[in-house]
Every structure is written in structure tokens, then in C-alpha cells.
């Protein structure tokens, strides 16, 4: 026997052995082609096999791969043929033998199912949505600014004269935008990631007229180093007021009645006088909660350079304002204690709420 002729044997027998295990229907017919092809004594591939002997020995390692092969490809066709009758998978089966009977994979109706893995709002987002909800239910009408601001409206629009430290470079996200002011932060037109979300009134007041209340949500930048309670970039909720005859009172009304929304229960709100460029009078507000007070964040009555700034006429209008941090908010809500964890994405925390 030459190796082509033990090779073209061996091939004829899978085409043959492939066909008849595909259409074979069921157990017993199927246990006549296993010893037909693979029967230990008189099986055809032993049969092939016994042929090796007369091959010449550096024909050998050739012929023996080849068998092999041929072997294995049988046994999965009879592998298959036995999965398909007794109702498994239909892995692997020829499609020739779709047709002679359809097979489902088994399902067990008691057990439990596979629960698809949905996603969810990120916990900031959450609060934001939470956020913008309260103050619209007060009539404040959510609106948003640019990230990338220029020094008009982050600083000088603001009250925040040249040499205040709020502007030094080091404090701030200077972009090094091209054109010839690209690295002088105090042209009117340099470029920086916002470093509050005061710009946004400024904004507000140059494209309407007042009245106005309005917040605004977003993301701001600071180079602060990462710890526990910095990141250096957090949200900030800022509202504004302008009308008639806004006082501060209202101002006070407005935050307890977010506060006590927001919080739930009744929540006590106090004052502490200090200073913003662009408010007159300012304050630091507190708000109690769990035996403790707990900042909030900053307000106040805002300053008549920033309405002369807009074109507003400090005369006619008077207005509050009052920025909070959003982190600080979501964080005492859910007890997280760590700021980076909202931003590490693992989906082990978010998951969690
Ligand atoms: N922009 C101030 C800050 O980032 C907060 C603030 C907003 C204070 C509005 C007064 C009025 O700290």
C-alpha cells in the first residue's frame, strides 16, 4: 500500500462517516455506525490502520498524523450525532441534518434567571438631577456655560481685580491656547478651565434682561492635590436672583427650603459674614444636620460692580447669589467619606447606588 493510497482511504472514509452519522436518527443506528467505523476489532478505521505495516518507516509519522486526525474528526461526528439525539446541542452537526429533527437545548424553568447587567446614573449625575428638581420647584430655571472660560468672565466680569490672588496661575487651569495672549492670564481674552460656576452668571445677565432665577450645574477646575475631601475637578451648584427687590431674606428663605428638601426633615440654615469679590454683603453658609454644622457653601448679595459690569443698573435691580459644592452634597447624603472614590469608576462602588 503507498501513503496515497492509505491517505485517499482515510479520506473517503470521514466524507462517508460524516454523512451517515449527520442523518443517523437514533440510538441504536447511531451505535451501528460506532462500531462500523470505530469498532476495535473489526472497525474500518482499525481496518485502515493495519495498513501502516506495509508503509515504508519514513512514511510512518506522515500516516500516523493523518490517522489521527481522521479519528478524531470521526469520534466528534459521532459526538455530535449523540448530542442531537438525545436532544443536547446542536454544535457542530452537520446542517444536512437539520431537517430530520429539530432539537432545543434543554431549559430548566425553575431556576433562577440571568439577571442582565443594567446601567445606572453615576451618583453626581443623580444629584444634579435631584438638584435641578428642588430649585425648579422654586422657579429657578436650570442653565449652563462653557467649561473653557475667558478671564472676563471668570474674574474681572466678577469684581476680581488683577492682582487678586484667586487669579494666580498656580490656583487655576491656564490653557495655553495659540494667538498672542496665550500665556499672559491677565488679557481679557486668556483661556482657563472655569474655576466656579460664577461665570455663569455673568453670562445669564449679559444674554437676558431681568428678571432672572436661574441655577447652573457643572463641572469646575481647581489644581488642588487628590485627597479625601479635594479633587481637582468637582461640581458646583450656582444660583441667581435678580429682581426689583430681592433681599436677603429671600436668600435665606430659598437655601432652608432647598436644604430641607434636599435633606428631608426640617433643616436649620445660619449666616456667617465673609467675603467674595463679587457679593455685597457675603456670607458662609451652615446648615445642621446630625447634631453637627456642616458648610454648605457661598453666598450673597451681588455686588453693584458685577450688575454695572452685565449693563444691569444697580439702582433699579438688586439680586442674591450663592454657590454650592455638588460633591459635598451627594457625599453627606450617602456617607461617602472619600471624594475620589466618585471618580475612580469601579463599578463595584456605583453600583451601590
Ligand atoms: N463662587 C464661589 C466659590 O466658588 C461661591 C459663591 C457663589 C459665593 C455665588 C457667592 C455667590 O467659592
Known amino acids: 500500500m503507498s501513503l496515497a493510497d492509505f491517505t485517499s482511504s482515510l479520506d473517503s472514509l470521514l466524507v462517508a462517516a460524516e454523512k451517515s452519522l449527520g442523518l443517523v436518527a437514533d440510538e441504536a443506528g447511531l451505535e451501528e455506525l460506532r462500531v462500523l467505523y470505530t469498532g476495535a476489532k473489526n472497525g474500518q478505521l482499525k481496518s485502515i490502520q493495519k495498513g501502516m505495516g506495509s508503509l515504508s518507516s519514513d512514511e510512518r509519522p506522515a500516516a500516523g498524523k493523518k490517522f489521527n486526525e481522521v479519528r478524531d474528526s470521526v469520534q466528534a461526528a459521532i459526538d455530535n450525532a449523540a448530542a442531537r439525539i438525545s436532544g443536547g446541542s446542536l454544535v457542530g452537526a452537520s446542517p444536512k441534518s437539520s431537517g430530520t429533527k429539530k432539537s432545543v437545548p434543554p431549559i ?35 442653565t449652563e456655560g462653557p467649561e473653557i472660560e475667558d478671564t472676563w468672565h471668570n474674574f474681572v466680569a466678577l469684581n476680581i481685580p488683577e492682582d487678586h490672588p484667586a487669579r494666580d496661575p498656580l490656583d487655576n487651569f491656564y490653557l495655553a491656547t495659540a494667538g498672542k495672549n496665550a500665556s499672559d492670564p491677565t488679557a481679557l481674552d486668556a483661556k482657563l478651565l472655569r474655576s466656579q460656576t460664577s461665570t455663569v452668571q455673568i453670562r445669564a445677565m449679559e444674554s437676558q434682561k431681568p428678571p432672572l432665577r436661574i441655577i447652573s450645574l457643572g463641572r469646575v477646575y481647581r489644581p488642588d492635590e487628590a485627597d479625601a475631601t479635594h479633587f481637582p475637578m468637582f461640581h458646583q451648584m450656582e444660583g441667581l436672583w435678580i429682581d426689583t427687590s430681592v433681599s436677603m431674606a429671600q436668600l435665606k428663605s430659598v437655601l432652608r427650603m432647598f436644604a430641607t428638601s434636599y435633606l428631608g426633615g426640617d433643616v436649620t440654615i445660619r449666616f456667617r459674614p465673609s467675603f ?32 454695572k459690569a452685565v449693563g444691569y443698573d444697580p439702582e433699579e ?28 469608576s469601579d463599578v463595584r462602588f456605583l453600583r451601590q447606588f
Request: glycine share 12%; proline share 7%.
Open 108 to 142: 430548566d424553568p425553575t431556576l433562577p434567571g440571568v439577571r442582565p447587567r443594567l446601567g445606572r446614573l453615576h451618583p453626581i449625575t443623580q444629584t444634579i438631577e435631584d438638584l435641578k428638581e428642588i430649585m425648579g420647584r422654586l422657579g429657578f430655571s436650570a
Open 276 to 307: 467674595f469679590p463679587f457679593t455685597e454683603p457675603s456670607v458662609e453658609v451652615d446648615y445642621f444636620w446630625n447634631d453637627q454644622w456642616i458648610e454648605f457653601g457661598g453666598a450673597g448679595m451681588v455686588d453693584p460692580n458685577v450688575l
Open 317 to 344: 435691580m438688586s439680586g442674591f447669589a450663592f454657590g454650592l459644592g455638588v460633591e459635598r452634597l451627594c457625599m453627606r447624603r450617602y456617607g461617602i467619606t472619600d471624594i475620589r472614590d466618585l471618580f475612580r
